[in-house]
């Protein structure tokens, strides 16, 4: 079984930074993908960044330049640096581990941290 674990939400002021861990552990597939998802209320979830095993990351356009994802294979771990916050980034942040194997699609979830942008 897989876990993930999440850390480093909180309360900013618009301009700030937060920086989120998650820390997975139990039996991962080599090559997967690292991702933090978002989810604010009324809205659907959605895929903020990502990293998969030796690539570049993906950002979601309202992200970049502001945002930086990184993962650490050794440790199974991701991180996303959030700087320049706005309020339209309070969320709960959710990381997830993905794989596809065999043509089997694996996803595990965190189960979220909270991050509020006060203006």
């Known amino acids: 079984q897989v876990q993930l674990v999440e850390s480093g939400g909180g309360f900013v002021q618009a301009g700030g930074s937060l920086r989120l861990s998650c820390a997975a552990s139990g039996s991962i597939y080599a090559i997967n993908t690292l991702a933090w998802y978002r989810q604010a209320p009324g809205k659907q979830r959605e895929l903020v960044a990502s990293?998969?095993?030796?690539?570049?990351?993906n950002y979601v356009d309202s992200v970049k330049g502001r945002f930086t994802i990184s993962r650490d294979n050794a440790k199974n771990t991701v991180a996303l640096q959030m700087n320049s916050l706005k309020p339209e980034d309070t969320a709960v942040y959710y990381c997830n581990l993905h794989w596809s194997r065999y043509g089997r699609i694996t996803d595990y979830w965190g189960r979220g941290t909270q991050v509020t942008i006060s203006s």
């Open positions: 990293i998969a095993t030796s690539s570049n990351p």
